[in-house]
T-cell receptor, first 115, second 113 residues
Framework: NAGVMQNPRHLVRRRGQEARLRCSPM?????VYWYRQLPEEGLKFMVYLQKENIIDESGMPKERFSAEFPKEGPSILRIQQVVRGDSAAYFC?????????????FGQGTRLTVV | KNQVEQSPQSLIILEGKNCTLQ??????????LRWYKQDTGRGPVSLTI?????NTKSNGRYTATLDADTKQSSLHITASQLSDSASYICVVTRLQGAQKLVFGQGTRLTINP
């Protein structure tokens, strides 16, 4: 059972371009979380999705950022018109369900560099 | 406000020594508390997870404690190894509501030979 897979591992974009980050959760996991980690800082919650539904996007910037988790395929975090401040590591985590004691597993992250 | 505070921010110890990392939280309603290890450039990896009824849990040389009354947790590392150099992150899960996983800023641990 492969772990949480994120791709690409590294992504370089020029200012104004779009960035698409992919996250394939562990097999059987229907809950996905996206986090952003700025250099030398902790992880910050962005969005929580279940299959085909956004449950909580309270950590997402109101503009340029969107996320989806379709019925088939990976979860996608999309950043439009990237700016230098978007440079960060973006981590995805998945879990099989909610509830006390449920484990969340993290991917290796996508490091976005905006030049 | 739901927050997780960790101390110290960074710590340097010699190989073979023990150390204890602290985590205080104000998250409610509480579901569970986890400690993660994050190596540089990698994703976090779970070390322990504790629910309300558990007050200690071990994973090899790592021992986590939880005092749900004072809302404090600690992670004790014994006989440290060079490979223990990493950031250790305390994460509290809310039972309901927005932002279910609340992360601490992490403690950056460096083990010197």
């Amino acid at each position: 059972n492969a772990g949480v897979m994120q791709n690409p591992r590294h992504l370089v974009r020029r200012r104004g371009q779009e960035a698409r980050l992919r996250c394939s959760p562990m097999k059987g996991h229907s809950h996905v979380y996206w986090y952003r980690q700025l250099p030398e800082e902790g992880l910050k919650f962005m969005v929580y999705l279940q299959k085909e539904n956004i449950i909580d996007e309270s950590g997402m910037p109101k503009e340029r950022f969107s996320a989806e988790f379709p019925k088939e395929g990976p979860s996608i975090l999309r950043i439009q018109q990237v700016v230098r401040g978007d440079s960060a590591a973006y981590f995805c985590a998945s879990s099989p369900r909610e509830g006390e004691g449920t484990e969340a597993f993290f991917g290796q992250g996508t490091r976005l560099t905006v030049v | 406000k739901n927050q997780v505070e960790q101390s110290p921010q960074s710590l340097i110890i010699l190989e073979g020594k023990n150390c204890t990392l602290q985590c205080n939280y104000t998250v409610s309603p509480f579901s569970n508390l986890r400690w993660y290890k994050q190596d540089t450039g990698r994703g976090p990896v779970s070390l322990t997870i504790m629910t309300f009824s558990e007050n200690t849990k071990s994973n090899g040389r790592y021992t986590a404690t939880l005092d749900a009354d004072t809302k404090q947790s600690s992670l004790h590392i014994t006989a440290s190894q060079l490979s223990d150099s990493a950031s250790y992150i305390c994460v509290v899960t809310r039972l309901q509501g927005a932002q279910k996983l609340v992360f601490g800023q992490g403690t950056r641990l460096t083990i010197n030979p």
